[in-house]
């Protein structure tokens, strides 16, 4: 299963854009990247995949590199409730099971 | 949109008893959902794939007596902890898909917390 590397904690100013890395270097082609976060006593919440493309949506914007061995997820105008556990995940095939890493914890300030 | 409901949200039992944990998918139906266990701090690890029909297959290191899940219909699993102890208190959560291909969605349940006392 490819793995992911992210950043234990990050801060982020409330307004400000949170720029989310994720490194997958052994992805492999036909792998999606999944991103959910989990606010505390919460289960997960999807916030967006995307596999080659870049993906937007009404939550955040997913970067991937060409080379598809990382992606950046950014929210746009970050706000005290993005505070959360953010997890990126790389999907094999097409089962549905997802193996969580240890996510990076963003902490959003006023 | 599609959505995974967990019941019940909490839950306290007394050590050797069993505790029922049910998961839905209210308006799609999974031939396959997934357990996950949390413990504080601790990120999501993956218990076993529940397979509507038929047995469960459960991660190394997961005990299948212990964990009994039942998958029953194509809208319904159930997680059942027996003879429970105080270290099986967690955080328990499933999870589902409307459908079988490399880029749908994974949606999860609010999640369950199972205090054994």
């Known amino acids: 299963d490819a793995k992911t590397t992210q950043p234990t904690s990050m801060d982020c100013a409330e307004g400000r854009a949170a720029n989310l890395p994720c490194n997958h270097s052994?992805?492999?082609?036909?792998?999606?990247v999944y991103w959910y976060r989990q606010i505390h006593s919460q289960g997960p919440q999807y916030i967006i995949h995307?596999?080659?493309n870049n993906e937007t949506n009404e939550m955040a914007s997913l970067i991937i590199t060409e080379d598809r061995k990382s992606s950046t997820l950014i929210l746009p105008h970050a706000t005290l409730r993005d505070t959360a556990v953010y997890y990126c995940?790389?999907?094999?095939?097409?089962?549905?099971?997802?193996?969580f890493g240890t996510g990076t914890r963003l902490q959003v300030f006023p | 949109g599609a959505v995974v409901s967990q019941h019940p949200s909490w839950v306290i039992c007394k050590s050797g008893t069993s505790v029922k944990i049910e998961c839905r998918s209210l308006?799609?139906?999974?031939?396959?959902m997934f357990w996950y266990r949390q413990f504080p701090k601790q990120s999501l690890m993956l218990m076993a794939t529940?397979?509507?029909?038929?047995?469960?297959?459960?991660e190394q290191g997961v005990e299948k007596d212990k964990f009994l899940i039942n998958h029953a219909s194509l809208t319904l699993s159930t997680l059942t902890v027996t003879s429970a102890h105080p270290e099986d208190s967690s955080f328990y959560i499933c999870?589902?898909?409307?459908?079988?291909?490399?880029?749908?969605?994974?949606?999860f349940g609010e999640g369950s917390w199972l205090t054994v006392v």
């Open positions: 999870s589902a898909s409307p459908g079988l291909n490399s880029g749908n969605t994974i949606y």
């Open positions: 052994t992805i492999s082609g036909n792998e999606y």
């Open positions: 995307g596999l080659k």
């Open positions: 995940i790389v999907r094999v095939g097409v089962s549905d099971k997802l193996i």
């Open positions: 308006d799609f139906q999974a031939t396959t």
């Open positions: 529940s397979n509507e029909g038929s047995k469960a297959t459960y």
